[in-house]
């Protein structure tokens, strides 16, 4: 069975910031936003990530990436993101999908991602996220390069035993 790199969908329950039950309203510059957002997705997923938008709620989003081959990342993660109504002048929440499974330091249990582009991770002020430039696009790519690659896996690993 092929997977659709970009596709639109209309069921979202299983969302974790569906949950909340709460839709998002959005101003006319934060639906534009989001709808460059999934353009920008649309047409520049690598082969690796997968999104899922919903077109019932555009402040959600579910993304699959699988990592680096040789890891437990190789089989895919799930992200499921949500845009602020403030969208872009912070960035969208990640919530990481595993089910009470921690695979690696920046991926805790309950789900939350530490990357200094979503402002959960401090670290220079180049890393964090500029709402004149940065992408869902972007986080995807780095916690694919950054987090679910065979050097964090080894490190973790090794944590984790000693």
Not at 36 to 52: F, G, M, Q, T, V
Not at 69 to 87: K, M, R, V, W
């Amino acid at each position: 069975m092929a997977f659709t790199i970009f596709d639109v969908v209309s069921h979202h329950s299983d969302n974790y910031y569906s949950a909340s039950g709460k839709k998002q309203k959005y101003g006319g510059s934060v639906h534009k936003l989001i709808m460059k957002e999934w353009r920008i997705l649309e047409n520049n997923l690598p082969d690796s990530i997968y999104a899922c938008v919903y077109e019932t709620r555009l402040d959600l989003l579910r993304a699959v990436i699988v990592g680096a081959a040789g890891t437990p990342y190789h089989d895919a993660l799930f992200f499921d993101i949500n845009f602020q109504s403030d969208y872009s002048t912070q960035p969208p929440n990640v919530q990481y999908r595993f089910y009470g499974l921690r695979v690696n330091p920046n991926l805790y249990v309950s789900g939350y991602v530490c990357l200094s582009l979503l402002s959960t991770w401090t670290r220079k002020k180049r890393e964090k996220w500029d709402p004149a430039q940065s992408t869902v696009l972007q986080v995807l790519v780095l916690i694919q390069a950054l987090v679910l690659n065979e050097k964090r896996f080894v490190f973790f690993s090794i944590a984790w035993v000693t």
